[in-house]
């Protein structure tokens, strides 16, 4: 029964649906079926299997976002089950996100934001247009091990050394590990301000961040 | 005709249909539906005030605006059709009328391959002064675009720097897209009065323009509409470009995402039409197709290419000039991906009388200036010049009389026909027609020319010096803008 249950929950990840994947959430929770193994046996199993596919060029950007999306729809139902068992899903890290100050581009970053999640890190994403202050604190209040920020323009960019400088300044580094990312984001930039890690995209984004937080 | 050392595009002679007259009826009637249904986001108070005034229905909170079809088609009429970009030097001015293709440089890339050493770097307001002075001596480009971000300079009067720049090392017309505040708008609008002679000759005159990106899908960036409104109410022409992407931008459906890109551009032209009648604006894209594995911007490719002969039809519809992304390639060093798309993106954009074509220069989606990519650009740009003329079909081009006089058999190198129509043939200069064993000796090709060009161009032209009383009111402006 619940075999056939975990094959259709994989499934549902495949395809990206995150009606189906919500509503067989439910039913394993109506089934009484450990949410912890839900998530294992079933939607992981889907996540895994469109993550191959990608990495062998069979799969597209947007079947791993409809996937990570789908996924996102199962944990909502049922992570509040497991906290009512007092248990929690073991994460990679916690990671806040945000655009710099000053830029509103946000698409990168919520797709990094996305392979984040659906790769088993915790992402709180702070939205487009954040000061230091607001990234540092809000990193410090969920005690985040990981920042991740992104810019588009070069009249921005320079706003997260100014993160990195703030963190320095408070000591607070490399407890809190910094990547940050967007389209004029070079290598050279990346040493000049002392970022710990950065991607040129947002499936090599996931691979930095296990990187930075020990769990490559 | 063109202007003094200038080659444009004029007087097609090849005709390319992308869309059906049908086809452009029901992009627009999509575009009208999007912007009065589902709205477009103008975060500038200035911007939502314009619009509430002219009857649209303003979410403040959520600043998206939408606006009834009347209102929007009533605006984009009192566009002027055609207007000139000038220059510092008058005889250089350039015609936006849909019967010329004026070539600019690309921007605003992060990084250079140094013209000595070919190593990549960050780049700097050096660069920027360089760039424009290759492409001063260039009869290929017509105007700049500020090719470089000058990121050696601060970043709140950065854009200002980079104007200085190009003016001081050239004569041709000027546009950015890297002044996108008030503070920087207004100063920027100072110095081009001050170059013109005054704003009422800035008018007439405009040797500014702006472009500002719009933020796909359906929306704009605050400082950009702010600035946009400030040069439009000095005449100072602006232009909105989208970019949307399919797949993450915009739809990945090549019609889709022309109607959303196309609901940005006409709701902020519109905007500015309200604001200011009869401001010369102009209509800008460079949209593409995401790539599937990564997301990137792939900048070139069949869609880019589809895209950009489509734009212009769309922008012919509304009777306003367009500015059309050309050129751009994923290529990382120039190659054959970049030659292929820098071809066929040029051609299909030329093909449909794009009035302004961006841009030469770049490798790695608009990141990185060559400077041999840049000639070889030019050099691409100057074959669809070429084809641009068609054949010529006459009594004289019959070669009737040369044709008896060589009879069967012979050849044509010793007719007066021949010598006389000799240069309308193309000469390349940096294609490869040598015996093989020349080659073999020296195993040398166009990128090698390209950038040899380029050194010697950088070495020996001396563009005509801007007046030095300019410069220094260029850096009073410049200062008071500069943080303390």
Same mark, same amino acid.
């Given at each position: 029964?619940?075999?056939?249950?975990?094959?259709?929950?994989?499934?549902?990840?495949?395809?990206?649906?995150?009606?189906?994947?919500?509503?067989?959430?439910?039913?394993?929770?109506?089934?009484?079926?450990?949410?912890?193994?839900?998530? %294992?046996?079933?939607?992981?199993?889907?996540?895994?299997?469109?993550?191959?596919?990608?990495?062998?060029?069979?799969?597209?950007?947007?079947?791993?976002?409809?996937?990570?999306?789908?996924?996102?729809?199962?944990?909502?139902?049922?992570?509040?089950?497991?906290?009512?068992?007092?248990?929690?899903?073991?994460?990679?890290?916690?990671?806040?996100?945000?655009?710099?100050?000053?830029?509103?581009?946000?698409?990168?970053?919520?797709?990094?934001?996305?392979?984040?999640?659906?790769?088993?890190?915790?992402?709180?994403?702070?939205?487009?247009?954040?000061?230091?202050?607001?990234?540092?604190?809000?990193?410090?209040?969920?005690?985040?091990?990981?920042?991740?920020?992104?810019?588009?323009?070069?009249?921005?960019?320079?706003?997260?050394?100014?993160?990195?400088?703030?963190?320095?300044?408070?000591?607070?580094?490399?407890?809190?590990?910094?990547?940050?990312?967007?389209?004029?984001?070079?290598?050279?930039?990346?040493?000049?301000?002392?970022?710990?890690?950065?991607?040129?995209?947002?499936?090599?984004?996931?691979?930095?961040?296990?990187?930075?937080?020990?769990?490559? | 005709?063109?202007?003094?050392?200038?080659?444009?595009?004029?007087?097609?002679?090849?005709?390319?249909?992308?869309? %059906?007259?049908?086809?452009?009826?029901?992009?627009?009637?999509?575009?009208?539906?999007?912007?009065?249904?589902?709205?477009?986001?103008?975060?500038?108070?200035?911007?939502?005030?314009?619009?509430?005034?002219?009857?649209?229905?303003?979410?403040?909170?959520?600043?998206?605006?939408?606006?009834?079809?009347?209102?929007?088609?009533?605006?984009?009429?009192?566009?002027?059709?055609?207007?000139?970009?000038?220059?510092?030097?008058?005889?250089?001015?350039?015609?936006?009328?849909?019967?010329?293709?004026?070539?600019?440089?690309?921007?605003?890339?992060?990084?250079?391959?140094?013209?000595?050493?070919?190593?990549?770097?960050?780049s700097c307001l050096q660069d920027v002064r360089?760039?424009?002075?290759?492409?001063?001596?260039?009869?290929?480009?017509?105007?700049?675009?500020?090719?470089?971000?000058a990121q050696d300079t601060?970043?709140?009067?950065?854009?200002?720097h980079e104007?200085?720049a190009?003016?001081?090392?050239?004569?041709?017309?000027?546009?950015?897209?890297?002044?996108?505040?008030?503070?920087?708008?207004?100063?920027?609008?100072?110095?081009?009065?001050?170059?013109?002679?005054?704003?009422?000759?800035?008018?007439?005159?405009?040797?500014?323009?702006?472009?500002?990106?719009?933020?796909?899908?359906?929306?704009?960036?605050?400082?950009?509409?702010?600035?946009?409104?400030?040069?439009?109410?000095?005449?100072?022409?602006?232009?909105?470009?989208?970019?949307?992407?399919?797949?993450?931008?915009?739809?990945?459906?090549?019609?889709?995402?022309?109607?959303?890109?196309?609901?940005?551009?006409?709701?902020?032209?519109?905007?500015?039409?309200?604001?200011?009648?009869?401001?010369?604006?102009?209509?800008?894209?460079?949209? %593409?197709?995401?790539?599937?594995?990564?997301?990137?911007?792939?900048?070139?490719?069949?869609?880019?290419?589809?895209?950009?002969?489509?734009?212009?039809?769309?922008?012919?519809?509304?009777?306003?000039?367009?500015?059309?992304?050309?050129?751009? %390639?994923?290529?990382?060093?120039?190659?054959?991906?970049?030659?292929?798309?820098?071809?066929?993106?040029?051609?299909?954009?030329?093909?449909?009388?794009?009035?302004?074509?961006?841009?030469?220069?770049?490798?790695?989606?608009?990141?990185?200036?060559?400077?041999?990519?840049?000639?070889?650009?030019?050099?691409?740009?100057?074959?669809?010049?070429?084809?641009?003329?068609?054949?010529?079909?006459?009594?004289?081009?019959?070669?009737?009389?040369?044709?008896?006089?060589?009879?069967?058999?012979?050849?044509?190198?010793?007719?007066?026909?021949?010598?006389?129509?000799?240069?309308?043939?193309?000469?390349?200069?940096?294609?490869?027609?040598?015996?093989?064993?020349?080659?073999?000796?020296?195993?040398?090709?166009?990128?090698?020319?390209?950038?040899?060009?380029?050194?010697?161009?950088?070495?020996?032209?001396?563009?005509?010096?801007?007046?030095?009383?300019?410069?220094?009111?260029?850096?009073?402006?410049?200062?008071?803008?500069?943080?303390?």
């Amino acid at each position: 029964m619940s075999e056939e249950l975990y094959k259709e929950m994989a499934q549902s990840i495949i395809d990206g649906d995150s009606d189906i994947s919500a509503e067989l959430a439910r039913k394993a929770v109506e089934l009484k079926i450990h949410p912890l193994e839900a998530i %294992t046996n079933g939607f992981v199993v889907g996540v895994t299997y469109i993550g191959d596919q990608f990495g062998k060029g069979d799969a597209f950007l947007p079947e791993l976002v409809m996937a990570g999306e789908a996924m996102k729809a199962a944990i909502a139902v049922l992570e509040p089950e497991l906290l009512k068992l007092g248990e929690s899903r073991e994460m990679l890290g916690r990671v806040v996100l945000a655009t710099v100050e000053g830029d509103i581009h946000e698409i990168g970053k919520t797709l990094v934001g996305t392979m984040l999640s659906a790769s088993g890190f915790e992402v709180i994403d702070l939205g487009v247009d954040q000061p230091a202050d607001k990234i540092i604190g809000k990193a410090l209040e969920v005690n985040a091990n990981l920042i991740g920020m992104s810019a588009l323009l070069t009249t921005t960019m320079v706003r997260q050394r100014e993160v990195i400088e703030e963190l320095d300044k408070e000591g607070l580094r490399p407890r809190i590990k910094v990547m940050v990312g967007g389209a004029p984001i070079t290598k050279d930039w990346v040493d000049k301000i002392k970022a710990d890690g950065y991607s040129e995209d947002a499936i090599g984004a996931v691979k930095v961040a296990k990187e930075l937080v020990g769990k490559a | 005709m063109s202007s003094k050392n200038i080659k444009t595009i004029s007087n097609p002679k090849l005709k390319l249909e992308v869309l %059906t007259q049908d086809d452009v009826r029901k992009i627009h009637e999509a575009t009208l539906q999007i912007i009065e249904k589902v709205g477009v986001r103008f975060p500038s108070k200035r911007a939502l005030e314009i619009w509430q005034a002219a009857g649209a229905d303003v979410d403040h909170e959520k600043k998206i605006v939408r606006v009834k079809p009347h209102i929007i088609e009533e605006a984009i009429k009192k566009a002027p059709p055609a207007y000139k970009l000038a220059a510092r030097d008058p005889q250089q001015d350039l015609q936006l009328d849909g019967n010329h293709v004026n070539l600019g440089t690309d921007g605003c890339g992060v990084e250079i391959l140094d013209i000595n050493t070919g190593v990549k770097r960050t780049s700097c307001l050096q660069d920027v002064r360089d760039i424009a002075r290759v492409a001063d001596a260039t009869e290929e480009v017509a105007f700049h675009w500020v090719s470089l971000s000058a990121q050696d300079t601060p970043v709140e009067a950065r854009g200002l720097h980079e104007l200085k720049a190009v003016w001081e090392n050239s004569t041709k017309h000027v546009q950015t897209e890297s002044v996108y505040n008030v503070e920087e708008a207004k100063a920027a609008i100072e110095m081009a009065a001050l170059l013109a002679g005054g704003r009422d000759k800035l008018r007439e005159r405009p040797v500014l323009s702006l472009m500002q990106c719009t933020a796909p899908p359906l929306g704009h960036d605050g400082g950009s509409l702010d600035a946009a409104l400030l040069a439009a109410e000095v005449g100072i022409p602006t232009g909105f470009m989208t970019m949307a992407a399919c797949a993450t931008t915009g739809p990945i459906t090549l019609a889709g995402d022309l109607a959303v890109g196309n609901a940005e551009v006409i709701a902020a032209t519109a905007l500015l039409q309200i604001a200011y009648p009869g401001a010369p604006v102009f209509y800008a894209a460079a949209q %593409t197709a995401s790539d599937l594995r990564n997301g990137s911007y792939t900048g070139g490719g069949p869609e880019d290419f589809l895209f950009g002969a489509a734009t212009n039809i769309l922008a012919d519809f509304y009777n306003i000039p367009l500015s059309m992304g050309a050129f751009a %390639t994923g290529a990382k060093e120039p190659n054959w991906q970049a030659g292929l798309e820098g071809a066929l993106s040029s051609f299909m954009a030329s093909v449909v009388m794009s009035d302004m074509l961006l841009g030469c220069g770049f490798l790695h989606g608009s990141r990185i200036w060559s400077f041999a990519e840049m000639m070889m650009d030019c050099e691409i740009f100057s074959i669809v010049h070429k084809m641009m003329e068609g054949i010529v079909v006459n009594d004289e081009t019959l070669a009737m009389e040369a044709i008896a006089a060589v009879g069967p058999g012979g050849h044509y190198l010793g007719q007066k026909h021949t010598r006389k129509h000799m240069r309308e043939l193309f000469m390349p200069q940096f294609m490869d027609r040598r015996p093989y064993s020349e080659w073999e000796t020296k195993k040398d090709d166009a990128r090698d020319w390209a950038l040899a060009k380029a050194r010697k161009t950088l070495k020996e032209h001396q563009p005509d010096p801007l007046d030095a009383q300019l410069s220094k009111e260029f850096d009073r402006i410049i200062k008071s803008v500069e943080k303390k």
